[in-house]
Each structure stands twice: as structure tokens, then as C-alpha cells.
């Protein structure tokens, strides 16, 4: 028996099959050439956004890297506007200037996403300077991956926020791989990242992120922290993803990672875990309508996206420097 009440599992639930199916649709659609930009999907990394929505509301901020969508949904980013946004579309979350990698929603707290690895960093960093300024109640997030623990705008950032005891949390997503290197061939053996962020002065734990109780006693703790101390946290989870770095194939025959791993994190994958919980107390029969209410929000995201028409390109300016900053 978990120690968490069924209802906030099935909320984690339906959030986690969410944005799971959403991806599979991308990768099943992608090939039809209409997504033209680059996409990095999230698939196996679900539980921790899933978590993590239960404990912030649409006025606490939050920013992201290239892989975000499972972020902008769990933040209450609109699911029609980030595919439209896929497709390059005006109505999308970014008016279709920014594609997959550049998400944003301010009305939600979502407050931007970007290629550059580390990019966002300081400026989640910035927005809680901004919250501690005018006195909010506030937190601000940044997601970002074990790789962007490896740029000097990570220590920087770190350091800055510790200084000033900024209401930020840093949820640090480890997938254990940066493109096709592994931590082991880019980080000394046995050095944590979060005995990193801790040795910077930032309170700082850890927990398995493919472990659904660890994953929300800590990620709440954490976020509790932030919000009663008003000063960072750094979390360190654990996870995985299934899909190749860019793209909706699986690259597990280029070699860079063992099959048996792949394996090892395929079986105990949470969503099946915990639709296979969830069974028992609420039947097969009502997950299933569940299941089938949110594959319908997601068909109807493609079909609006695919409806919705271009940006005109005489607009640019007036979307980047009114509407969208
Ligand atoms: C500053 C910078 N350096 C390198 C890259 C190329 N790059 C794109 S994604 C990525 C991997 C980042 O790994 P991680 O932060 O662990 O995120 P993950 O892809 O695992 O989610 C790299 C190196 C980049 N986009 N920006
Ligand atoms: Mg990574």
C-alpha cells in the first residue's frame, strides 16, 4: 500500500498518461513532415511533472529546457496551443515562432523554455529575485537536466541564489545521459550532483524518480522548503528516457547505452505501475474512460493545430517585443 490517497494518485495518473500519449502521438504523426522543428521528447521521464504539478499553482513560475512539454503541461500550459506550436501554427503557445524547444505561457507561470542547455537557469533565478523584490508568495522552478549541472552558468546561478536566499527550486531531471554520453564518461565516479549543489550552499536531496512514494514525499518536502524558508533548494531525481535524445525513433542499436538498462527502467516504468495500482480500487472500466476522455483532448489538440493557420510573417516583430515578452 502506497502512502499516498488514491485520489492524488489517480491525479498523478492521468497527468503522467497525459503527457505520455501526447508524445506518442507526436512520434506516431512525425514522419508525416508536418512538425518541422526539432523535438526532444520525454517519454519514460513522466512521474516527476506529474508529481511536481500537485504542489504549484498557474501564479508560481517555472522554466525549462529543449525537453519541456511534459513541463509546460504540468504547469497548466494549454495542450492545443503547444501542439499547434509543434506545427508552427499562430495559435500556438508561441504564436508558431518558437517550435518545440521554445514553450511559453506567462498566464500559466510557464515562463519560458530554450535550446541553449543551462539557458534558463539564471533566469528562473531572475524571476525569484523578482518574486523576493515585491514581496510574493511566490516560488519559481527550474527544470534542467545532468548535463546543464556541467555549465558555469549552473555554479554561477547556484551561488547567486544561495547568496540571496531566493525562493527558487532547482529540479534537476537525471537521465544519465547528455546526447549519447553517459554521467560516468562526463562526471567524476561517485560525485552527486546534488553533494554538489550542496557543497554551493544550497539545501539540497535526492530521490528515485521512478519511485512514485520517494518521488512525491521528497519533491513535496523540497517544494515545502522553498515556499516556509524562502530560500533554494536543489532536488536531484532519478529517471529515464525511452525515445532517442532528438526525435520520436529509439536509438538503442547506436551502442552508446546497454539494452539491459533500457530494460531495467522499461520494467518498472511508474505509469504502468501505477495504472496497474489503481486498478484494484477503482476498476479497469472507469481508468478506461479516463484513458479515453484524454485521448480525445489529444486528437482534438492535432486537429486544431492542424486547422489553425500560419503566422504572418509581418506580424514578427510585433509578437516578440509586445505580446510574448
Ligand atoms: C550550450 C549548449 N551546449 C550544447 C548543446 C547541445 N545539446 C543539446 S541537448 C544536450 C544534452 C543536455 O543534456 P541534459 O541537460 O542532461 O538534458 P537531457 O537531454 O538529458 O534531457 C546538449 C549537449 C546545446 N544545445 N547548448
Ligand atoms: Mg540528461
Not at 201 to 220: M, P, Q, R
Request: with cysteine; net charge neutral.
Amino acid at each position: 500500500m502506497m502512502n499516498i490517497d488514491i485520489k492524488t494518485l489517480l491525479n498523478i495518473y492521468k497527468r503522467a498518461y497525459r503527457i505520455r500519449n501526447t508524445e506518442e502521438e507526436i512520434a506516431k504523426r512525425y514522419s508525416e513532415q508536418k512538425m518541422r522543428c526539432p523535438t526532444h521528447l520525454s517519454i519514460g521521464q513522466e512521474l516527476v511533472p506529474s508529481v511536481y504539478a500537485e504542489f504549484v499553482s498557474n501564479d508560481d513560475y517555472a522554466v525549462s529546457t529543449h525537453r519541456a512539454h511534459a513541463h509546460y503541461l504540468a504547469k497548466g500550459g494549454n495542450l492545443k496551443a503547444m501542439i499547434a506550436e509543434i506545427y508552427g501554427k499562430e495559435s500556438g503557445c508561441s504564436k508558431g515562432l518558437g517550435g518545440s524547444m521554445h514553450l511559453i505561457d506567462k498566464t500559466v507561470g510557464f515562463m519560458g523554455s530554450t535550446a541553449i542547455v543551462g539557458g534558463t537557469i539564471p533566469i528562473g533565478v531572475g524571476l525569484a529575485l523578482s518574486i523576493q523584490i515585491k514581496k510574493e508568495q511566490k516560488i519559481s522552478t527550474v527544470f534542467l537536466g545532468d548535463g546543464a549541472s556541467e555549465e558555469g552558468v549552473f555554479y554561477e546561478s547556484l551561488n547567486f541564489a544561495a547568496i540571496k536566499e531566493l525562493p527558487v527550486i532547482f529540479i534537476c531531471e537525471n537521465n544519465l545521459y547528455s546526447v549519447y554520453s553517459g554521467i560516468n564518461v562526463r562526471q567524476p565516479k561517485k560525485r552527486k550532483i546534488y553533494e554538489l549543489s550542496k557543497s554551493i550552499g544550497v539545501e539540497s536531496f535526492y530521490a528515485d524518480g521512478y519511485n512514485i512514494e520517494d518521488t512525491y514525499t521528497k519533491l513535496k518536502h523540497a517544494i515545502n522548503f522553498v515556499k516556509n524558508h524562502k530560500k533554494p533548494v536543489f532536488i536531484e531525481l532519478d529517471t529515464y528516457r525511452f525515445r532517442e535524445h532528438c526525435g520520436p525513433n529509439y536509438d538503442n542499436d547506436l551502442g552508446y547505452r546497454d539494452i539491459s538498462e533500457y530494460e531495467k527502467y522499461l520494467e518498472k516504468d511508474p505509469l504502468i505501475f501505477l495504472g496497474n495500482y489503481l486498478k484494484k480500487s477503482i476498476s479497469e472500466d472507469n481508468l478506461d474512460s479516463y484513458r479515453n476522455m484524454i485521448d480525445i483532448e489529444i486528437r482534438e489538440a492535432f486537429d486544431f493545430a492542424e486547422q489553425s493557420k500560419w503566422p504572418e510573417y509581418q506580424d514578427i516583430n510585433k509578437y516578440l517585443y509586445k505580446e510574448l515578452v
